[in-house]
């Protein structure tokens, strides 16, 4: 089984579009840490908490020895303590892969050598392991677009429209 280590962004947007018991059936090894956990709403946190409880989210907290070395990793400047976080975790899982939506993340995970997706990969293994149909992927991704912007824009209708194709 993969392990992924997930981002706020990708929690975020499947606990809004519905999607995150679909998620937590996915064949991953889901991770995240304590830091993530810290940046969203309760009402979120409490969604991840009940899986964290039935082991099917491990949240990791980073120590005093954690930080120190993740300050001596090469991360750029712009880059958030949470996101630095989840890069932190992967480099040390064992074959982890990062699942996050933002590009500077997603740019550093491959500087790092690590395999790095988003959340439309997600969507992909959803449809490919019969978890959500078709039709509902395809609803949940009208949704997307309207709620977030980020997806509306020109380059990523284009590879939503190439994706919905290739799902036949």
Same mark, same amino acid.
């Given at each position: 089984?993969?392990?992924?280590v997930?981002?706020?962004?990708?929690?975020?947007?499947?606990?809004?579009?519905?999607?995150?018991?679909d998620?937590?059936?996915?064949?991953?090894?889901?991770?995240?840490?304590?830091?993530?956990?810290?940046e969203?709403?309760?009402?979120q946190?409490?969604?991840?908490?009940?899986y964290?409880?039935v082991?099917?989210?491990?949240?990791?907290n980073l120590d005093?020895?954690?930080?120190?070395?993740?300050?001596n990793?090469?991360?750029?400047r712009g880059?958030? *303590?949470?996101?630095?976080?989840?890069?932190?975790?992967?480099?040390?899982?064992?074959?982890?892969?990062?699942?996050?939506?933002? &590009?500077l993340?997603?740019?550093?995970?491959?500087s790092?050598?690590?395999?790095?997706h988003g959340?439309?990969? *997600?969507?992909?293994l959803l449809?490919?392991?019969?978890?959500?149909?078709?039709?509902?992927a395809?609803?949940?991704?009208?949704?997307?677009l309207?709620m977030?912007?980020?997806?509306?824009?020109p380059k990523m209708?284009m &590879?939503?429209?190439e994706?919905?194709?290739?799902?036949?």
């Amino acid at each position: 089984m993969k392990i992924a280590v997930t981002d706020a962004c990708i929690f975020i947007d499947l606990i809004e579009l519905d999607l995150i018991s679909d998620f937590f059936q996915l064949n991953l090894g889901l991770h995240t840490t304590v830091e993530v956990m810290n940046e969203l709403y309760a009402n979120q946190k409490q969604v991840l908490e009940a899986y964290q409880k039935v082991g099917r989210l491990k949240v990791h907290n980073l120590d005093e020895v954690d930080f120190i070395k993740i300050d001596n990793l090469a991360f750029p400047r712009g880059l958030s *303590v949470e996101d630095r976080s989840v890069l932190y975790i992967a480099i040390n899982l064992e074959n982890g892969i990062v699942i996050s939506s933002d &590009k500077l993340v997603n740019k550093c995970a491959q500087s790092h050598g690590l395999e790095c997706h988003g959340l439309l990969w *997600v969507f992909n293994l959803l449809v490919s392991q019969n978890i959500c149909s078709k039709p509902s992927a395809l609803t949940s991704l009208r949704k997307l677009l309207a709620m977030n912007s980020m997806y509306a824009a020109p380059k990523m209708k284009m &590879k939503i429209e190439e994706m919905i194709r290739g799902w036949g």
